[in-house]
């Protein structure tokens, strides 16, 4: 009776000292279980029980497993089927652990969809929205320990850079830094991972332009987190940053509606949309580099490595052609040579399809439209509040949209959301929108469908369910 009081107790003060921990615990066993699969991925199912602490947790402070959200379903599916296709993927066999690409082993890859997932539950599970503000803090301060580690770790003596003036003002500042362990990031991961912390730096600088040292703060952190990209020479990154960021001035002037924001947006519209049409010139997207040695050899055409992924996709639709298999598939059916070539097919939709098939394909579409639906809607009905909670909760509800974008944008000419390991972050903007979703009922949207019979009509309701574990 004692300990259902205690519990009660926490579930109904948000400021209680085992509330307020409880998402720490959770969200930290998270990482330390992503820790172990990122460095040993051959460990096997064990550091589940770190994520299964995290649970324990929640149900001992809050009386609940977990909650429902509107993306349950979805995610379910998606997992499903990464399931399947790693048990129909060829590269079963911890031999393939030490190959050249590091999700090219499917249990790799499949241990690294499961802390991603768990992730969005720990996020999703928040409970107010200072409870997320918070978090997003955190990740967006991920940006700047990202940046400084790939600074430092990055060999910018390799030749063939894409940016010469780049690659010495690296080798530059990483000369008087000492040697760092630990594994390297790729250019274009690292670059991919900043694109899609940017937008949460964006909102928390912009939310604090009222108060002058946090503005400052958090305008040096997103500074630090345009000069990790830069620095990434990722084009594709480049390019998804300033487009999002050009729909999203254009998204905010628009609903400010005043005629000074119409006087704004003619001078904004412009001077962006220039910015974006030179970079995007600049930019060479045309071919891949898939060697440090420069060379004919060394890049691929992306239409002719898209029309080989079209071609593979073609066979393997239904179940994928398994976890990781894009790089064996491609060298041995449209190379033909018997080593690798190339990580993934530089788009994230392909690379989806080719590894889990049709389901999860359909798995993640769902997710994006009921990112869609959720997050407009509830912007729309949140302009109309004027309190801190609510301008909080737009800020956050904004940045988990630009993020999304971000990826989708950047994954029509890379896959580094799911091709790589930053699909350890490609369910974050979902769990924020879901911790949202519970904090304010106006945002609740149910979809409903009718199916008919000859004596009556069943009416179901998805988006909305009501449950508890």
Known sequence: MATQTRVLRAALDPSSLAARLCPVLDISLVAMAAAVWYVHPQEGAWPLAL?????????????????????????????????????LAFS?????????????????????????????????????????????RVYACLAVATTLYFVATNDWQVRGGKFDLLTQLGALLSEPLPDVPGRRLHPNVFGGVIAMLVPFCLALWREARARRREFIAWGAVTLI???????????????????????????RELSAGAARSRVRLGVLAPVLLGGALVLGAFADLGTIQVSANPGASSVISRIALWQGGLSLAQDYLFTGGGLGAFPMLYSTYVLQVP??????????WLDMVLDQGLLGLIAFGWLLVLACVLSLRGLRLLNAQQTRQATLARWLLEAALASLLVTLVHGLVDDIAFGSRALLLLFVPFGVMAALYRRFPAMQVTVRWRVGFPRGRLNARVGSLPWRW
Request: proline fraction near 3%; aromatic fraction near 20%.
């Open 339 to 348: 080593v690798f070539f190339i990580a993934h097919a530089h788009n994230v």
């Open 225 to 251: 987190a345009l000069f990790g990209l830069l620095m990434s020479a990722s084009r594709g990154a480049w390019l998804a940053v300033a487009f999002v960021a050009l729909v999203w001035a254009l998204w």
């Open 92 to 136: 079963q066999g911890q031999q393939w652990l030490d190959s050249v690409a590091p999700l090219l082993w499917a249990w790799a890859k499949f241990w690294t969809i499961v802390p991603a997932l768990a992730l969005f539950v720990a996020v999703a599970n928040l409970r107010g929205v200072r409870q997320v503000w918070w978090f997003a």
């Open 51 to 87: 994520i299964g602490i995290g649970w324990l947790l929640r149900f001992v402070v809050y009386g609940y497993l977990t909650q429902s959200t509107p993306f349950d379903l979805p995610l379910l599916l998606f997992l499903a089927s990464a399931f399947l296709s790693v048990n």
